[in-house]
């Protein structure tokens, strides 16, 4: 998705009522530790759950770790980036 169809979905969501999601994309510089331990402050996922959100990551490239509001989702991906993390939103 690119800016623009970010822009109009920010203003419009699609009839289907998809909410914007945030991925976080693999790489294979960061510890899974690290990677857990992003996700458990920045997006409030439970330890569990964030060592999911890493595996799959992992093994498929890339996996959604949160949906919602799209200013929500910038905050959470600006964070992760300040940490190093890789992510989109979609």
Do not use: W
Not at 26 to 55: G, M, R, W
Not at 75 to 84: D, F, K, P, V
């Amino acid at each position: 998705m690119n800016k623009e169809q970010l822009k109009n979905r920010e203003k419009n969501p699609d009839i289907r009522g998809e909410k914007p999601v945030l991925i976080l994309l693999n790489d294979d510089f960061h510890t899974f530790e690290y990677v857990i331990e992003s996700l458990v402050k920045i997006c409030k996922h439970s330890p569990e759950q964030a060592e999911q959100c890493a595996l799959i990551a992992h093994f498929k490239g890339k996996c959604e770790i949160s949906k919602g509001k799209v200013e929500k989702l910038k905050i959470q991906r600006n964070a992760l980036t300040e940490c190093g993390l890789k992510t989109i939103i979609e």
